[in-house]
Structure formats: structure tokens, C-alpha cells
């Protein structure tokens, strides 16, 4: 059996509740069958989600692809540079955790030596309640097709609402949506566009609405 991160990880806590922080649209608190681990581990540190909801298989796979997640994210991690030992850190916010869809928001930050900040990854994973996968593939057929001039005009109308500033140039280069995305607790399919994708650093990550999941 593949050996998990937490297994290889020097500290390990189980409590309730969310890692999420600064919330981003529909995220917010999961369900009781969602518990949040903490471990740490050389120069790195992550708070991620447990399901103990569905069968023993259907929670296995979850769990495993976070794991593979964070794990991947701490071999990419630079180990030391010139200046010292670069520090990495895993928080998680919860979308969707009911009617057969469980859906997660990994955000993946590194901290290097001398930096004014930290630099920011964010990962949606998304699955039905047997454990399998939801994909970009699948989120396509639930969602209108859109041109590329109709997805721009979605991202600029709800980044206005909230006051955001956008590069237009980097907007202007948009020709689909981002294949990473998260489904929010009120049914919507969110796109993730990373920090400096689309706008300044103040701005942090950002989710657009695309579309409403569909129900199978």
C-alpha cells in the first residue's frame, strides 16, 4: 500500500470543524462527517479535511487523493535555498458536503527566505459520494457552452461586484475556463483563477461562477 503523508508525518491531531480562513464564494463550514487533520513534517505544515462519511472504500479514495495532494505538494517544495529553508503550509475550505457531492479547496502556500509574502497554489477537488472523481470533463456537460468573449464578460461582472481590479490584458488572453475548480455549497460550479492570474496579489485567489452542478 502506498505510504500516506500522514502516516509519514511526525505529528498527527484529528478535531471538527473547517481550515478555512478568508472565505472565497460558497465555501464555509463542512459537515459533521468531515474532521480536520493537522500533521507537519520537516519545513511543512497542512490542516486538511478527513471524510468518514460513505463506505470504507468511497471515504479511502477521498482521503487518498488529498493525501496524493498535499504529498505532491511537499515533494515540489524547495527544500533550502541561499538564504534558509523555505516553509510550506496546506489550509482547506469546504465547498459542497451534501447530496452526493463532496467538494474541497486545498490552498498551497510557500514561504520563502527574504520574501515580503508567501506565494499561493489552490486546488479544487471535487467527488460523488462512491469517492470517484468529478473532472473538468464532466463540469462541461452540466454548464452552458460559453464563447470566449461571454466567459470574459462573466469573470469581469462578478469581480466588479466585489470591487476587484483585473489586469484586462491577462483577461483579455482568457479563452475557456480554468480546468481547476470547486463546486460551492450552494450548487455552483466556481472556476479558480490563481493569485495573479487575473488581478493583483491583494486580491488573492479568485472563484467565478460558471455554471450549477447538475444532479445525476
Sequence with gaps: MKKSIVAGMLALLCTFGSGAEALQPALGDAAPSVIEAKASRENIEATYPVWTGGTILAHAKVNSTVETEIYSFYQKLPKTDSYGIPKGYVSWQAGACDHGVLSYVLVESTMMPRAAHPSHYVVGLNFRDDGSKITYADVMQMIPQQSPEEIRDTIRKQTQAENIPLFEEEL?????????????????????????????????????????????
Design 172 to 216: 483579455s488572453r482568457i479563452q475557456s475556463w480554468p480546468k481547476n475548480f470547486y463546486i460551492g455549497n450552494d450548487g455552483g460550479i466556481y472556476f479558480i483563477f490563481q493569485t495573479y492570474d487575473i488581478a493583483p496579489y491583494a486580491a488573492g485567489w479568485i472563484g467565478v461562477r460558471g455554471g450549477t452542478l447538475k444532479s445525476n
